[in-house]
């Protein structure tokens, strides 16, 4: 997961769309000539800083990148209303024009030639595991990918919809607290079940709230199956100059925006239970 230098770039880019995709959560698409021109290449797991045109709330909210089209440039971002700051993105029209600097961070290690890869997500941490999927997916040497994929409900899990799940090499596994859609599970559930089954697991990947993290990379370390988890956490700057998104491991505290996102789980081998707890 080498960083990718070119992190700096700030950029007008103007708003495509931006539209209500159930639950509390949004989808915004806008259009990068940064990403069409080659200038910057995001990748799965990496995230942006938006800024807000309400001057007030000074401090950019991270988002993590949904999609890139590197042919048109367009950038995709899957947002929760959690605050303030992300209640006003969803007031942003077709053809507002926002600021945005990324791609920051360290992705996805996308690895190929393997013959079962499980990718697990729960509620918004769903939102990097689009473009996951597709740079998964163009490596034709993956034979099988599990898409775990878990929410509150039904109406949660309608983000689904703009995912290309099309693709015989997924098989998508669906579960939610009230049993609205998919099974009546847990995501940690499903996965303990896929591990049972006896197949060698090649790669988890996972993105969700630090209990599911938390479990994942116990179970993950606990069977010796390589892991990689993107951590969610509060940023005030997004490139390294505090420590607000700082977080345990067994090398020391790393800075989520800097030395992640991702991270493979073995590093927080003797940490995880301090994962759920910031």
Known sequence: MENNHKTNFLEDVEILENRYVGGDNFLMKVKSKNTQESKIVPKAGQFYMLKLKNEIMTLRRPISLHSVDHETGELEFLYKVLGRGTRELTTY???????????????????????????????????????????????????RIIFIAGGRDRETLKMLDNFDLSDKRIEVKICSDDGTVGEKANVIELLKNEISSGEKIDMIYSCGPHKVLELITEISNENGIVSQVS?????????????????????????????GPVFYAEIFDENRGELSER
Request: some cysteine; aromatic content about 2%; charged content about 20%.
């Open 93 to 143: 029209a077709l053809g507002d024009v926002i600021n945005i600097q990324g791609p920051l961070g360290n992705g996805f290690a996308v690895t190929q030639n393997s013959d079962k890869i499980v990718v697990v997500g729960g509620g918004i941490g769903l939102a990097p595991l689009k473009q996951l999927l597709k740079e998964l997916l163009e490596k034709k040497e993956n034979k």
């Open 231 to 259: 951590m969610e956490e509060r940023m005030a700057c997004g490139v390294g100059a505090c420590v607000g998104c700082s977080i345990p491991t067994e090398d020391g505290m790393k800075k989520v925006c800097q030395s």
